[in-house]
């Protein structure tokens, strides 16, 4: 099986500017995670979609926004972006009906906001 | 709020030596606990996991050890090679929740 695929892999916008990331889970797979990855901060978690419904959200603010579409692939949004959102933002696919069991992550989109 | 944590940014150890890396968290429902390894410019993967009904998990080289009194695990990697060098992350889920800690840098010297 491919694994999971993410794009674009490096992305540069400026503040104010918005941006969205494409996730393709691993095929049979239902829910996607996303999370934000900082130095020191380990992995963020954004939201988490399963079936095309948002199952979980983390303490983001509503400028981060995210949809999954029927064939599981899914996508996310940030608005207005500020310096602070320069990160890399992985998704991670899971099989179970839990995402909170082993999760398999793609290779991340490194988000530069100048 | 930081529930989990990896007080270790990093860590250095000889080849063939023991490496351990420590977890704390503090929220009681957790109940899965898990490790990841993540390469540069790669996506994290998967390396081992253990059950709050266990209190060790092995793996070849890898064993997770879990003290839920002290809410408490680590990775122990015996013996270590140059190859396992990474940024090891924990993570622990539960009551529809998971977090992950920091990070700690692993070097292994040859």
């Known amino acids: 099986k491919a694994g999971v695929t993410q794009t674009p892999r490096y992305l540069i916008k400026t503040r104010g500017q918005q941006v969205t990331l494409s996730c393709s889970p691993i095929?049979?797979?239902?829910?996607v995670s996303w999370y934000q990855q900082t130095p020191g901060q380990g992995l963020q978690f954004l939201f988490e979609y399963f079936s095309e419904t948002q199952r979980n959200k983390g303490n983001f603010p509503g400028r981060f926004s995210g949809r999954q579409f029927s064939n599981s692939r899914s996508e996310m949004n940030v608005s207005t972006l500020e310096l602070g959102d320069s990160a890399l933002y992985l998704c991670a696919s899971s099989d179970s009906g839990s995402s909170y069991n082993e999760q398999f992550f793609g290779p991340g989109t490194r988000l530069t906001v100048l | 709020d930081q529930q989990v944590k990896q007080n270790s940014p990093s860590l250095s150890v000889q080849e063939g030596r023991i490496s351990i890396l420590n977890c704390d968290y503090t929220n009681s429902m957790f109940d899965y606990f898990l490790w990841y390894k993540k390469y540069p410019a790669e996506g994290p993967t998967f390396l081992i996991s253990?059950?709050?009904?266990?209190d060790k998990n092995e793996d070849g080289r890898f064993t997770v050890f879990l003290n839920k009194s002290a809410k408490h695990l680590s990775l122990h990697i015996v013996p270590s090679q140059p190859g396992d060098s990474a940024v090891y992350f924990c993570a622990a889920s539960g009551n529809n929740d998971m977090r992950f800690g920091a990070g700690t840098r692993l070097t292994v010297k040859p």
């Open positions: 095929s049979g797979h239902r829910s």
């Open positions: 253990i059950s709050s009904i266990k």
